[in-house]
Every structure is written in C-alpha cells, then in structure tokens.
C-alpha cells in the first residue's frame, strides 16, 4: 500500500469522527434560531389571536387559537372609538417630525464633521447630553412652555416637543455615517465644479443613505410609540394619536383586551410596512455607496 493511500485511510475516520460534530452543531443552531423566531413572534401572534376573540374566549376559555373568531374588535375601535382619527394624528405628527429632523440633522451633523470652528466639541457634547436627558424630567417644564405659547393641545406644539428629542439623536447618529464618507470625494466634486452645499448633496448624502434611512426609521418609530409627552400635552379627542387612543380605552381598573389588542395590530402595520420598504431603499443605499466610493 502506497503512502497516500495510507493516508486516505487515516484521515477518513477522522472525517467521519468529525461530521456528527458538525450535524450536531447545526442542530443546536437551528435549534437556537427557531426558539429565537418563536420568542420574538409569539407576543405578536398572541396579540393577533387576541384581538380576533370575543370577550368570554379571552377571560374564560384562553387558547391558542380563537374558537369563533370574530372582527367586532376592529369594527368597534374603527366605528365608535374613531381610532382611525388617532392613526391619522399619529402619520401626521411621526412623518413632519421624521423630515424635518433627518434635514436639519443632515446639516448639523455636517457642519460638525466636516468643518472646524471654536466649541465644535462643547456643542457636540451638548447634543449628546441633550439625547440623554431622560423625558421624565423634562415633560413639566415643556407643558409649561408650550402653555405659554398656546400650542398646547394641538399637533404643531407636539410636533415641536418631539423635535427636541429626534434632533440630538439623528444628529449624533449621522455624524458617525459622515466621517466614513471620505473627503477625497467631495474634494475630487469639487474639484470638479460642486460647492460645498453640492458635494454634501450629491457625494455625502447618497453615500450615506443607509445612515439616513436608520436615523429616519429610528425617529419615525419614536415619534409614533412616544406616550409620556401626548398624555400631557393633548387633552382633546381629535388631537390624540395612536398610544393616547389606546391609552384612553382603558377605563378605572377594566381592561378592554379585545380592543386593545385590535389597536395594537392596526398601530403596528404603519411600522411593518415602513420597515419593509426601508429595508430595500438601505440595500440599494448600500450598493450606490460601495459603486460610487
């Protein structure tokens, strides 16, 4: 027998010692991945059953799947609570403060990246301090400012309150994305005949479109869940938005799971489907920026 054939036979028990080892491997993984995927999805399927139950399966019979599922839940939030009103409140106030911030934060964040002027770091500073500044402590002090103001009770008072928080933490967050842009590029742009206000718009922003489309994702879904700030400064039932509406159907000690649970799912579709189309425009962010660079 020759040695390679030797060597064949050596090596193929430890091959074959070496594949249970594997199998098992990816076993446990699997293992691990679906009991993740379970943890993570079954609030939420608990949460769709829920709201497809009448009120004796929730509190009497509980089970995993509804025994007479029903929509009631949803056309009473829809018709006699007017939850839609609250859904529009809460698109209106989420999407105004999402654009305004992710554009001032563009600036900002630039200016604090790119150019050099005295207390760049104590403003920087300030920002961040800003962003974890806990709202508990700040709520009382801006109800009285904006009773001051008399925006209180009104969407544009809450789309400002909300801006004092989204600011410093799209700022904060697109300073990162800044300093990985090169400034090679916006000096070969401008080189080229760009200004300075042209090479943030056509090399900084669309190289750093996945950070944007982050900090935008990350401000819209805030402003959308933000409840502190909406319970105190709106009062009247047309200005309240999706967490207010859901927070006012609990009434005394009674919890209304089936409604709850309905505005829950109907709050939460908003979030999937930006999710899901800010997900392709951060790929496609991705593969312009690696093309361009």
Known sequence: ????????????????????????????????????????????????????KVP??????PSLWPIAPTINNYISLLTEKGFLV??????????????????????????????????RGFIGRMILFAYLTPTSLLFI????????????????????????????LSTWLLQGYFRSVPRELEEQGMVD????????????????????AAVAIFTFTGAWNELLLALVLITSESQRTAPLALNYLITSDVLPWGPLMAGAVLSSVPLMILYFIAQRFMVAGLT??????
């Open 1 to 52: 027998m020759t040695t390679a054939a030797l060597s064949a036979v050596a090596i193929v028990p430890q091959t074959a010692r070496a594949n249970p080892r594997m199998v098992i491997g990816r076993i446990l993984s699997y293992a691990a991945l679906v009991l993740a995927v379970l943890l993570v999805l079954f609030p939420i399927y608990w949460m769709v059953i829920t709201s497809l």
């Open 56 to 61: 004796k399966e929730i509190f009497r019979a």
């Open 86 to 119: 609250a859904i529009r409140n809460s698109f209106i106030v989420a999407s105004t403060v999402t654009v305004i911030s992710v554009l001032i934060s563009s600036f900002a964040a630039y200016s604090m990246v790119r150019f050099r002027y005295r207390f």
């Open 141 to 168: 002090p801006l109800s009285i400012v904006m009773a001051q103001l008399h925006l209180g009770n009104s969407l544009f008072g809450l789309i400002l309150v909300y801006l004092t928080f989204s600011l410093p």
């Open 193 to 212: 005949g760009l200004t300075r206000f042209g090479a943030l718009i056509r090399v900084v922003l669309p190289l750093s479109a996945p950070g944007i």
């Open 288 to 293: 312009a920026g690696s093309v361009k660079g």
